[in-house]
Protein backbone atom coordinates (compact mmCIF):
# COMPACT_ATOMS: atom_id res chain seq x y z
CA UNK A 1 0.00 0.00 0.00
CA UNK A 2 1.11 3.43 -1.01
CA UNK A 3 0.39 6.21 1.24
CA UNK A 4 -0.29 9.89 0.21
CA UNK A 5 -0.20 13.37 2.28
CA UNK A 6 -2.75 15.96 1.14
CA UNK A 7 -0.70 19.72 1.80
CA UNK A 8 -1.99 22.98 2.48
CA UNK A 9 -0.82 25.76 0.63
CA UNK A 10 1.49 26.67 3.32
CA UNK A 11 3.27 22.63 3.00
CA UNK A 12 1.08 21.45 6.27
CA UNK A 13 0.34 17.84 5.86
CA UNK A 14 -3.65 17.99 6.30
CA UNK A 15 -4.24 14.37 6.09
CA UNK A 16 -2.54 11.18 5.12
CA UNK A 17 -4.13 8.56 3.25
CA UNK A 18 -3.38 4.98 1.82
CA UNK A 19 -3.73 4.27 -1.94
CA UNK A 20 -4.14 0.43 -3.55
CA UNK A 21 -0.30 -0.20 -4.83
CA UNK A 22 -2.26 -1.09 -8.50
CA UNK A 23 -3.31 2.60 -8.50
CA UNK A 24 -0.48 3.96 -8.41
CA UNK A 25 1.65 1.33 -11.06
CA UNK A 26 2.23 2.46 -15.22
CA UNK A 27 1.93 0.30 -17.88
CA UNK A 28 5.61 -0.92 -16.85
CA UNK A 29 4.09 -2.26 -13.51
CA UNK A 30 6.49 -0.10 -11.60
CA UNK A 31 5.30 2.77 -9.19
CA UNK A 32 4.46 6.29 -10.07
CA UNK A 33 4.51 8.93 -7.73
CA UNK A 34 2.75 10.93 -10.07
CA UNK A 35 -0.19 8.64 -11.01
CA UNK A 36 -0.74 8.41 -7.04
CA UNK A 37 -0.96 12.07 -6.86
CA UNK A 38 -3.13 12.22 -9.96
CA UNK A 39 -5.76 9.59 -8.44
CA UNK A 40 -5.83 11.53 -5.05
CA UNK A 41 -6.40 14.87 -6.87
CA UNK A 42 -9.09 13.35 -9.08
CA UNK A 43 -10.96 12.36 -5.76
CA UNK A 44 -10.33 14.59 -3.10
CA UNK A 45 -8.63 17.87 -4.90
CA UNK A 46 -5.20 19.55 -3.58
CA UNK A 47 -1.72 19.19 -3.81
CA UNK A 48 -0.60 15.64 -2.40
CA UNK A 49 2.88 14.07 -1.83
CA UNK A 50 4.13 10.46 -1.22
CA UNK A 51 4.92 9.37 1.94
CA UNK A 52 6.97 6.16 2.95
CA UNK A 53 5.80 4.53 6.00
CA UNK A 54 9.28 3.01 6.45
CA UNK A 55 11.00 6.48 6.25
CA UNK A 56 13.06 5.34 2.82
CA UNK A 57 12.50 8.89 1.45
CA UNK A 58 11.46 11.92 2.37
CA UNK A 59 12.96 11.42 6.32
CA UNK A 60 10.32 11.21 7.44
CA UNK A 61 6.63 9.63 7.54
CA UNK A 62 4.19 11.98 7.33
CA UNK A 63 1.57 12.80 10.32
CA UNK A 64 -1.35 15.58 10.67
CA UNK A 65 0.63 18.78 11.48
CA UNK A 66 3.90 17.64 9.79
CA UNK A 67 5.12 20.83 7.09
CA UNK A 68 6.60 19.72 3.61
CA UNK A 69 10.10 21.39 2.85
CA UNK A 70 10.92 21.38 -0.74
CA UNK A 71 14.75 21.91 -0.54
CA UNK A 72 15.10 19.25 1.62
CA UNK A 73 12.75 17.14 0.15
CA UNK A 74 11.21 16.14 3.48
CA UNK A 75 8.70 16.01 6.15
CA UNK A 76 9.44 17.57 8.86
CA UNK A 77 7.18 17.73 12.65
CA UNK A 78 6.72 20.82 14.39
CA UNK A 79 9.59 21.73 16.32
CA UNK A 80 8.70 20.32 19.74
CA UNK A 81 10.90 22.82 22.16
CA UNK A 82 12.22 26.19 20.99
CA UNK A 83 16.13 24.36 22.43
CA UNK A 84 15.85 21.97 19.64
CA UNK A 85 17.87 21.66 16.15
CA UNK A 86 16.66 20.16 12.98
CA UNK A 87 18.91 17.31 12.38
CA UNK A 88 19.96 18.10 8.30
CA UNK A 89 20.29 14.49 7.89
CA UNK A 90 17.53 13.17 8.92
CA UNK A 91 14.93 15.90 9.39
CA UNK A 92 14.06 14.98 12.83
CA UNK A 93 14.80 17.58 16.17
CA UNK A 94 16.90 16.72 18.91
CA UNK A 95 17.76 18.58 22.49
CA UNK A 96 20.59 20.19 22.91
CA UNK A 97 21.65 17.57 25.88
CA UNK A 98 21.39 13.83 24.80
CA UNK A 99 18.77 12.08 27.38
CA UNK A 100 19.76 9.82 29.45
CA UNK A 101 20.65 6.02 28.20
CA UNK A 102 20.21 4.35 31.94
CA UNK A 103 16.94 2.54 31.88
CA UNK A 104 15.09 5.64 33.38
CA UNK A 105 11.98 7.39 32.40
CA UNK A 106 12.64 11.18 31.50
CA UNK A 107 10.98 14.10 30.31
CA UNK A 108 12.31 17.43 28.30
CA UNK A 109 12.07 20.39 30.60
CA UNK A 110 12.40 23.51 28.70
CA UNK A 111 13.07 26.27 31.35
CA UNK A 112 15.91 23.97 32.75
CA UNK A 113 16.90 22.60 29.34
CA UNK A 114 17.65 19.74 30.47
CA UNK A 115 16.01 15.79 30.99
CA UNK A 116 14.00 15.69 34.24
CA UNK A 117 13.72 11.79 35.76
CA UNK A 118 9.87 10.76 35.70
CA UNK A 119 9.43 9.02 38.87
Given at each position: ?61 A ?11 A ?45
Amino acid sequence: MAHFADLSEDGIVLRVIVVNNSDILDENGMEQEEKGVAFCQALFGGSWKQTSYNATFRKNFASVGFKYDEVRNAFIAPRPFASWTLNEETCAWRPPVVMPDDGKFYQWDEASTSWIEVT
